[in-house]
């Protein structure tokens, strides 16, 4: 799986430049290269919620392309995004008993050490877990989840692929999908889903 947003955008600094003064070319170039990254980045965060990952990236670059002007300022839109989604991710559980907790975590390990090798250490743990729960699905229903959860193939893409029929590629993601939640839910918790979001912000 990918930990990191990968390489920078080639001259990012001038996209962000033509971005802040209206242009919505340099905007959609900026968006294509970071959309799919973030969206990997948030889905398991929102336990495979297709319809909440979409929701929270439309509601960010919609807010950024209101606030366009202000992209001239960012020097690295790769943790400006990041940053934004570990926030959206934290608003989503404002209603959980474990926010709290989670934020005084945070504050914590922030603001007091500087260190970010605690974060890294957490977001390798899970990452980790995340594996094991793939690893331990069936070769067919695995691979059927790869294929839609990684390589963001459809229903029917994967179904033409494996020569399968498109009912048996929904039970298969189905069951993937239901057993690696399950496998997060009794491995990980909520504060450590929310707690990981902030490793993004301080990634490269």
């Not at 033509?18 to 290269?33: H, I, N, P, V």
């Not at 926030?87 to 926010?99: A, D």
């Not at 029917?156 to 993937?176: H, R, T």
Request: glycine letters at 2%.
């Amino acid at each position: 799986m990918e930990s990191k947003v990968g390489t920078a955008l080639k001259e990012e600094l001038l996209l962000l430049q033509e971005a802040s003064a209206g242009s919505r070319a340099a905007y959609t170039t900026l968006y294509t290269f970071y959309l799919p990254k973030l969206y990997k980045y948030i889905y398991p965060f929102v336990r495979f919620s297709k319809e909440d990952t979409e929701e929270i990236l439309h509601d960010m670059f919609m807010k950024i392309w209101e606030r366009k002007e202000d992209l001239s300022k960012i020097k690295s839109f790769n943790s400006y995004l990041y940053s934004m989604a570990r926030n959206k991710l934290i608003n989503l559980h404002e209603h959980s008993k474990v926010k709290q907790k989670a934020i005084e975590y945070i504050v914590h390990h922030t603001d007091t050490t500087g260190n970010s090798a605690d974060h890294n250490f957490i977001y390798a743990q899970y990452q980790e877990v995340m594996k094991k729960a793939i690893d331990a699905l069936p070769p067919k229903r695995k691979r059927v989840f790869e294929m839609s959860t990684f390589e963001e193939l459809s229903q029917d893409q994967i179904a033409n692929e494996l020569q399968i029929s498109k009912s048996m590629v929904k039970k298969q993601l189905y069951s993937a999908t239901r057993h690696v939640k399950e496998y997060l839910l009794l491995h990980t918790d909520l504060t450590a889903f929310i707690v990981l979001c902030i490793a993004a912000a301080i990634r490269k």
